[in-house]
């Protein structure tokens, strides 16, 4: 194993058990028992385990199609992801180069760790690659790229990763769906896409446009010529959008409920509503000043109802 990826591995390892342990900890503080984490059918098939996964999230297409926000789909499907028994967060000091996502495979509370350096498309995607390592039982440092990577593997891991892609996209993009969209309808099979159909294509399911193009290659609407011609620049693009620093200014609200996620704010809102815990305590493990715990709360309410 090469030094760069056992390094990542020890980094990465020490942070995702010091989160995991403190989260432990903070649900036996509450007196909540962590939610139980849904087995799925050993298959091969990456079809069949991304039906079985998109079930259990229970996110209906309609909703998925009424997102107009990348951020708000990124959200969501974070959301419905911490509600079956997982936790994520994310990794705000780790560069791309070094990981995109982690999956820890624990019992209880199974651990995801996205890159928030990266594109929210690329951070949903990230989610159900590392959803897909857990589901079949696997801990794993993942670059989510479908055929490359920038650390190599052995090519049994490889193939994981490559399946793992695989079912992350039929998650994203049912075939059922796709193939029924208007898009895809209206091109006949191995037709050239526009970038503009692509895009639009990718917007519908809040996907990244080399994500949509390699699943129309997945299901043989396109060429595998047509999908190298156009990969390259849909990567490059994409990379761009990963590089623009955001200028934007993160509110204390809201970096909280980026570090905690959604599932452990609302519990312990509700806990100390129920007055189980101080007003003391909830600002100390939310790591907000009192005037932000109203704003806090009034956003996990809006994000539940997206």
Request: proline content about 8%; overall charge positive; charged content about 25%.
């Amino acid at each position: 194993m090469p030094d760069f990826y056992s390094g990542a591995t020890d980094r990465l390892g020490c942070l995702t058990e010091g989160f995991l342990l403190r989260r432990l900890h903070l649900y036996d503080e509450l007196n909540a028992p962590p939610p139980t984490f849904p087995s799925f059918p050993k298959t091969t098939d990456p079809e069949a385990l991304g039906d079985a996964i998109r079930s259990a999230l229970a996110v209906p297409l309609s909703r998925q199609m009424a997102w107009n926000d990348p951020y708000q789909a990124y959200n969501a499907w974070r959301d419905a992801i911490e509600q079956v028994g997982a936790l994520v967060f994310q990794l705000s000091s780790i560069s791309l180069a070094e990981a995109r996502g982690i999956a820890v495979n624990a019992n209880p509370l199974p651990i995801i760790a996205v890159n928030a350096k990266d594109h929210p498309n690329g951070r949903i995607f990230t989610l159900m690659h590392e959803l897909a390592h857990i589901a079949i039982g696997e801990s794993a440092i993942s670059d989510w790229a479908p055929e490359t990577e920038a650390i190599p593997r052995p090519r049994d891991e490889q193939a994981i990763e490559v399946f793992c892609n695989k079912v992350a996209a039929a998650i994203l993009m049912p075939s059922r769906d796709l193939l029924a969209h208007e898009l895809v309808r209206a091109t006949a099979r191995g037709s050239a896409w526009s970038d503009e159909a692509i895009s639009q294509l990718a917007r519908s399911f809040s996907v990244s446009p080399e994500a949509a193009l390699r699943r129309l290659l997945t299901l043989k609407r396109i060429t595998p010529t047509f999908y190298q011609q156009r990969r390259s620049a849909f990567e490059e693009a994409y990379k761009r959008l990963a590089r623009k620093p955001s200028k934007a200014v993160v509110p204390p609200h809201k970096r909280a409920l980026g570090n905690l996620g959604p599932s452990l704010s609302r519990l312990l809102l509700e806990t100390y509503h129920e007055r189980r815990i101080t007003l003391a305590d909830l600002t100390g493990y939310l790591g907000i000043t009192v005037p932000w715990v109203a704003k806090l709360e009034s956003e996990t309410q809006r994000r539940a109802r997206t």
